[in-house]
């Protein structure tokens, strides 16, 4: 920032390090309420510290996660966000010169599948001259039983090594620490099943007149199990006994049905959500004192091999961390409850600059 413009500016993002308050900046935002809470924080710190803020609205779409900077000048988006600016680099490069001082904008790519596009997954600048990426754990080949989630476990694969070419080849300067990222989380084989079945209690309900398709599309979670006790007594009326908790019995049910065996329906089975989990995800903290901290993810497992392997790389992302900043404490909170949502610590946080000391 130059010497002319406000001593603190914050830009819908609480400062040029955090994310956007508002998940989408707006041109228009006077018809709506996404500048609510940036609008509300710059209140409260002007009326607490007694400060000029100027809270300005860049005409520019970017969701905060995909947002990070190297303390140099460089800017760093994905894909995602110039394809939501419509696709015009030098007007958002041009953008991010005039709101935040960037001197140049670089863009990479994010996470293939269904799942946030945001670069906070996969980079994290440590300092203006080191920066921590992510070393993929593949997933065992018996977790790759069909032609989806082998071409998933490529494509990040090569996501992430396009990345590391592109900062290597444009920062030869820059230091580059890796840590362990734990594979995608796909679906165990007993949950597919599950979610099989369900979907086939679904098929035989609408096709037998328990239920309208439009009576099943508003129908309750709770109700389901009534559904199901029905439908059952009709495959009992069909078939006599019958068996839908093993594979096994349940490929008998299909067959019976006319319907394709259950190793077909594991080839084209893809989830509907891409669940990753990243220790880069993280937020570093600082205090008046000279303190310093990292506030990590940490992700558990009900099988014990994958517990034990979780906490193996723990200790290499704690080593990879102290690395950058010896002197910073680690702090460990459990983001299991979140990986569905495809974000963790530093998706859920908001960095709110402290106040400089006075000259």
Request: with cysteine; aromatic share 8%; net charge negative.
């Amino acid at each position: 920032m130059d010497g002319q413009r406000p001593k603190y500016r914050l830009h819908d993002s609480i400062g040029f390090h955090a994310t956007f308050a508002a998940r989408l900046v707006a041109v228009d935002t006077e018809t709506s309420n996404l500048d609510a809470m940036p609008a509300d924080l710059s209140a409260e710190v002007e009326q607490r510290y007694d400060v000029p803020v100027t809270l300005v609205r860049p005409p520019l779409a970017m969701e905060g996660g995909d947002f990070v900077h190297d303390g140099r000048g460089n800017v760093f988006v994905s894909t995602q966000t110039v394809v939501q600016n419509g696709g015009n680099r030098p007007a958002l490069e041009q953008l991010f010169r005039l709101y935040f001082g960037a001197k140049k904008m670089h863009v990479l790519q994010t996470l293939p599948g269904s799942t946030v596009n945001h670069l906070d997954m996969i980079l994290k600048f440590v300092n203006d001259q080191t920066v921590i990426l992510p070393d993929f754990q593949s997933n065992p080949v018996s977790e790759q039983f069909n032609p989806y989630r082998s071409d998933l476990v490529e494509r990040v694969e090569n996501v992430l090594a396009h990345n590391e070419s592109y900062l290597r080849r444009n920062f030869p300067d820059l230091r580059i620490i890796k840590m362990p990222m734990p594979p995608i989380l796909f679906s165990e084989p007993e949950e597919i099943l599950i979610e099989v079945v369900n979907e086939f209690i679904r098929v035989v309900a609408v096709s037998r007149g328990v239920v309208t398709p439009e009576q099943l599309e508003k129908l309750p979670a709770d109700s389901l199990p009534v559904l199901r006790t029905k439908v059952e007594e009709i495959i009992r009326q069909d078939l006599g006994a019958f068996d839908l908790e093993t594979p096994a019995g349940f490929n008998a049910v299909l067959r019976a049905y006319g319907h394709a065996p259950l190793d077909k329906l594991f080839d084209v089975h893809a989830e509907h959500v891409t669940r990753y989990q990243s220790y880069l995800n993280s937020v570093f903290l600082h205090n008046a004192d000279g303190k310093h901290g990292f506030i990590l993810p940490r992700f558990t497992s009900p099988r014990p091999e994958k517990n034990q392997q979780l906490r193996a790389w723990e200790k290499e992302v704690e080593a990879a961390y102290r690395e950058a900043w010896p002197q910073a404490s680690i702090h460990w909170i459990n983001c299991d409850a979140m990986v569905t949502d495809s974000g963790f610590v530093h998706c859920v946080t908001m960095t709110v600059p402290a106040q400089p000391p006075s000259p």
